[in-house]
């Protein structure tokens, strides 16, 4: 089973762009559907993004549609969320996540989520 680590996350301007990053240790990164997740203050955890082993079938969560990129690198064992336009909402602490059976349109359930990472946080400010 892989573990995730999250960086990238800071203060940016609301407009602005930050890259997150998810790296995996072990040796099956690339079997797994991986994913990005947020959760703000006082709210429920919330899908973000997926992708499957390949890139090849990637899926987005209606409020970041048209602003955040997923990607991955299997041969860096990692995943990026390219963050575009950010909004006050967006902040929140963000979570990678990856699953061994979902795809990417099923891994929108948490229930599918087999590994978590530790989170990272990021605020946008006025």
């Known amino acids: 089973q892989v573990q995730l680590v999250e960086s990238g996350g800071g203060l940016v301007q609301a407009g602005g762009s930050l890259r997150l990053s998810c790296t995996a240790s072990?040796?099956?990164?690339?079997?797994?559907?991986v994913g990005w997740f947020r959760q703000a203050p006082g709210k429920e955890r919330e899908f973000i993004a997926a992708?499957?082993?390949?890139?090849?079938?990637?899926y987005y969560g209606d409020s970041v549609k048209g602003r955040f990129t997923i990607r991955r690198d299997n041969a860096k064992n990692a995943m990026y969320l390219h963050m575009n336009s950010l909004k006050l909402e967006d902040t929140a602490v963000y979570y990678c996540?990856?699953?061994?059976?979902?795809?990417?349109?099923?891994?929108?359930?948490?229930?599918?989520?087999?590994?978590w990472g530790q989170g990272t946080q990021v605020t946008v400010s006025s």
């Open positions: 996540a990856a699953s061994d059976q979902a795809s990417p349109i099923r891994l929108r359930t948490q229930a599918f989520v087999s590994v």
């Open positions: 072990g040796r099956t990164f690339d079997s797994y559907t």
């Open positions: 992708i499957n082993w390949s890139g090849g079938a990637i």
